[in-house]
């Protein structure tokens, strides 16, 4: 049996609910079932993630789809990889913020942080090294044995403002007292260093001046270009093409995306994108690393 005090209760509950008239009792029939609407999926900005054509359009997706799905994955946000056909396109995006996070070449950081537009956010390590070339090739046949034994010769630029593809073997030039346009036949741009590696293999060009690592890089996954091409002078150690963030980023998403970094190599999901990037580890750089580089790009005045 309810206890009296427990029915006296229950029945102030019904009338207080039901306003004192029990006819202003909706009826709900429970037959007739509606879809909740769904709720609205908060907007989450992309973050965009530039890479300087130092490979043509093709090999920039092979080698860094899989470090943008990470980047994402990580981030639990969109990542949208952002190309353009030169460096000084790419430098814009960084300089405009419309790129969060950038490979760039290193004349091109050279001139984008001269110009505070962009900052040293890390660098990769490369087989033990955080240096590289610009590397001199031509054709196996070619009797060339030097930069003095191409002139009259077709060349192949990789782009305007590219160190080891244009400053350094613009500065081989003038070093004979010549300038591109008198030196060489014809010359053309091939705005990647994986293009120029071909035009040489395939006798469009006499010579080029490419990334030492881009070659490696090329003849380690395609060994028959060793019997194409021979690399007949290499330049001084440059400061490694760095990975930069604009100036004023968020504090925040600079240590993150920093800290995401230097993690890569400590992560087995990190670690294949590494592989696949070709680079050991990313670590701190050093913005004193591209004072050679300044100075080369000084002395051919070529600013960018």
Known sequence: ????????????????CSGGSQSEV????????EALPVAAVSSVAPLHVAVAAVLSPEGTI????????YLGERLNRPVELVQ??????????????????????TSAYVAGSDRSEMELLAIPEINGERVYHSALIVPSDSTATGIADLEGKVFAFTDPMSNTGRVYPTFLVRELGATPDSF??????TYSHDRAIAAVADGLAD??????????YAVARDPAL????????????????????????????????LELLLDLDDDPAGSSVLVDLGVDRFVRGD??????????????????
């Open 287 to 304: 913005d004193g690393a591209y004072d050679g580089v300044r100075e080369l790009v000084a002395a051919t005045e070529m600013t960018g």
């Open 184 to 189: 060489f036949s014809d010359s053309f741009f």
């Open 84 to 105: 353009r056909r030169t460096y000084a396109e790419v430098n814009a995006l960084i300089a405009s913020g419309e790129v969060d996070l950038a490979f760039v070449c």
């Open 207 to 216: 010579g080029a001046a490419v990334d030492s690592l881009v070659l490696d």
């Open 226 to 257: 060793a019997t194409r091409l021979k690399v007949i002078h290499r330049s001084p150690d440059f400061g490694i093409p760095p990975v930069v963030v604009p100036i004023g980023m968020s504090p925040n998403l600079r240590a993150e995306l």
């Open 26 to 33: 909706p009826f709900v029939d429970l037959s007739q079932r």
């Open 62 to 69: 092979d080698s860094y789809a899989g470090f943008v799905d």
């Open 1 to 16: 049996m309810i206890p009296a005090v427990v029915l006296i209760g229950l029945t102030f509950v019904l009338v207080a």
